[in-house]
């Protein structure tokens, strides 16, 4: 086969020439080979040809690995042609008939109701206080005292909000994650706006308000044995309250049309989910 080189040894004897046979049979003296002459039928053209041929032999393997690896043209110009994502939108701080709106429904919503009667329930079932009736008249007397701890707490936390100049709502979590998310929603009663800019800072409404209710059942209307310890107490629960409408928030939200939504006043609370937290 023309320009395969094929290598002979001619015997045994030292003094016997070592050839190359290149084409058809013209011999080509090897370096270095005793004798040190010239052999008359080297053939030039075998030299040329050689090393050509393992240069194209050579470059197959990168001619394939180039073509393996290269994307396909449709591939290549879908991917251009895709728009970046779209970004976060910018906080914007509530208007004053938002955050009206917002208290108004907060105040007498259809989730501030439920709470109420579904805490009267359970406070019926504990007998607490021990000293309110049984029955209908003692549900319907544990869950108005329910609903007036909202009212109060709920009050409060708007109050200081206005006076602070905070924004108390809840903005979803930017992270990713399950653990991230729960811990943003777990601390985020804390959490309030501030500015045009909507910076973070320490909320004290978002502190004050959950014992602000419990405060004023205790040294209102609950029975005289109740005193500031067991308002703590109390709040704590409804603190913990908070925190469950925060994680409900943040994990089960997913359109202004969904159920949550519908029990749950969100609409200044859900437009700026991308806010920078």
Not at 83 to 107: C, H, I, K, V
Not at 172 to 181: A, E, L, M
Not at 182 to 188: H, S
Not at 229 to 234: E, P, Q, S
Request: net charge positive; hydrophobic share 35%; with cysteine.
């Amino acid at each position: 086969m023309p320009g395969i080189c094929i290598r002979h040894e001619n015997g045994v004897h030292p003094q016997r020439r070592s050839k190359i046979h290149c084409g058809k049979g013209f011999p080509v003296r090897i370096s270095g080979a005793p004798g040190g002459q010239k052999d008359s039928g080297m053939n030039v053209s075998c030299m040329i040809l050689v090393p050509l041929t393992l240069a194209g032999l050579a470059s197959v393997p990168a001619m394939a690995c180039a073509q393996a690896t290269a994307p396909p043209a449709s591939v290549a110009a879908s991917a251009s042609a895709t728009p970046p994502a779209a970004p976060f939108p910018a906080y914007r701080r509530p208007t004053q008939a938002e955050n009206l709106g917002n208290y108004s429904y907060d105040m007498f919503g259809p989730f501030a109701i439920g709470v109420a009667l579904v805490e009267g329930g359970i406070d019926l079932d504990d007998h607490t206080p021990p000293e309110w009736q049984l029955g209908f008249k003692g549900y319907a007397e544990r869950t108005g005292s329910d609903f007036g701890i909202e009212s109060v707490s709920t009050t409060t936390r708007y109050v200081l909000a206005e006076a602070f100049r905070e924004d108390t709502h809840y903005y979803r979590c930017r992270c990713k994650g399950f653990f991230p998310r729960l811990g943003y929603a777990v601390v985020g009663n804390f959490i309030a706006r501030r500015g045009d800019d909507g910076h973070k800072v320490f909320s004290v409404p978002g502190l004050v308000a959950p014992y602000a209710g419990t405060m004023t059942a205790v040294y209102g209307w609950y029975p005289g044995r109740y005193s500031g310890k067991d308002a703590f107490r109390m709040g704590n629960y409804t603190m913990l309250g908070y925190v469950g409408s925060n994680i409900g928030l943040e994990f089960l939200y997913t359109s202004p049309g969904s159920l949550l939504a519908r029990l749950h006043l969100i609409h200044a609370r859900a437009q700026d989910t991308g806010t920078t937290q």
